[in-house]
Nanobody, 124 residues
Framework: QVRLVESGGGLVQAGGSLRLSCSAS????????MGWFRQAPGKEREFVATIGWLTNSPYYGDAVKGRVTISRDNAKNTVLLVMNSLKSEDTAVYYC?????????????????WGQGTQVTVSS
C-alpha cells in the first residue's frame, strides 16, 4: 500500500473549474493504476476517473466524461484531476486511490490504498 494525500478541493461556483492533486509515497507509483472516486452525502462511492500504469490510458465515469481530465506525473508521484464546467451535482468528497502493483482497475474494489479525501462544493 501507499500513502496518498489529496489537495485542491474547495468551494466553486457552478460552471467553474478545480484542479485536484494527489501525492503518493513510495517507489512503486509508476506501476500502479491511479484513480479518483467521489462520495456525496447519502450516496455510494462513485467512479470518477482512472489512469493506467502501463499505457497511461484514462477512463472516465459517465457523469463526468467530457468535463474532467486525469493525468499523472511519475517523476513527481502525483496524479491530477482537472474538472471543468462544474455542476452542483459534482459536490462530494473526492478520494484518490491507488491499485496494487501491476494491476488494472476500474472499480473501487480494485484499489487498495485510499487518501483521506478532499471536499469539493459547487454552489449553484
Amino acid at each position: 500500500q501507499v500513502r496518498l494525500v489529496e489537495s485542491g478541493g474547495g468551494l466553486v461556483q457552478a460552471g467553474g473549474s478545480l484542479r485536484l492533486s494527489c501525492s503518493a509515497s513510495g517507489s512503486t507509483f509508476d506501476r500502479r493504476t491511479m484513480g479518483w472516486f467521489r462520495q456525496a452525502p447519502g450516496k455510494e462511492r462513485e467512479f470518477v476517473a482512472t489512469i493506467g500504469w502501463l499505457t497511461n490510458s484514462p477512463y472516465y465515469g459517465d457523469a463526468v466524461k467530457g468535463r474532467v481530465t486525469i493525468s499523472r506525473d511519475n517523476a513527481k508521484n502525483t496524479v491530477l484531476l482537472v474538472m471543468n464546467s462544474l455542476k452542483s451535482e459534482d459536490t462530494a468528497v473526492y478520494y484518490c486511490a491507488a491499485g496494487p502493483v501491476g494491476k488494472a482497475g476500474l472499480t473501487a474494489a480494485d484499489f487498495d490504498s485510499w487518501g483521506q479525501g478532499t471536499q469539493v462544493t459547487v454552489s449553484s
